[in-house]
């Protein structure tokens, strides 16, 4: 088993743990926003499930059904990620709007609860930094979703610590802060399930990375032999970068010395991007053209 799959299932075990934890005391001191928290986590918890899975399709090798591998399978968690974390925002949110208008009665905070939500944080910046630094390494979107989701994760135990803290400290008259906490949960879970989604569509509509094609280009140009390079198109899948490039060459040249510029075109673009996968095509520059012989 790879570090991927690894850290995704360390990930399903810690935020299972966070999960009860967090609505057992949810529960017990009748705190919305720490509720609210517990049902994110729980969210988490088949967000890590999904991410797992989508792991161990995506490492499979391409076969005569998916030429271009199975990369695009973490793309789709990272989109069924996202809309799970808007339907358990809108959930929280509704309850969260019930019971400012109800006047629900204050939570009780105890010290094990912030306790709870104390190590919850410890936890995920743990978890957040060993998956970003997976994310980088492998490329993955799927390892991605998972670092955000746990960074996002610190940012609501630590507004759900505040207003816990200010109900323990003010007592009943500022119960209200923590209604205004789990809303401000719902605000922030909104908006990481917007971006996520956003990421996950340009990837599923082959949208090219900002700044690839400039950057290949000026590299492809400067290989000897190539008078100038007509076509790039980049599409990402999962970890893989597949890349299409066609240059222009001396139209007098043998095959065999076109296909000698074309070698040295890939080895210019893999030192560049070792994980690219990459076809060149091969033109001749037109005669006349300032790319061609005059």
Known sequence: MGEKQKLAQTSVGASFILMLLKL?????????????????????VTASLITWLALRISDRPADAEHNYGHGKVESLSMFGESILMFLAACAIGWDAVDSLLHSAPPPRVSLWALAVVAAAIAIDLWRSRRMAGAAKRYASPALHADALHFSTDMLISGVVLVSLLAVRLGGAAWSMLDRIGALIVVAVMIGVAFSLARKAVDVLMDRAPVGSDAALMDRIQVVPGVRGVLRIRVRQSGPQRFLDATIAVDPWISMQAGHRIATRVEHAVRDHDPGVDLTVHVEPAATGDPAGRA
């Open 24 to 44: 057992v005391f949810g529960i017990l001191t009748g705190s919305l926003a720490l509720l609210s928290d517990g049902i994110h986590s729980a969210l988490d």
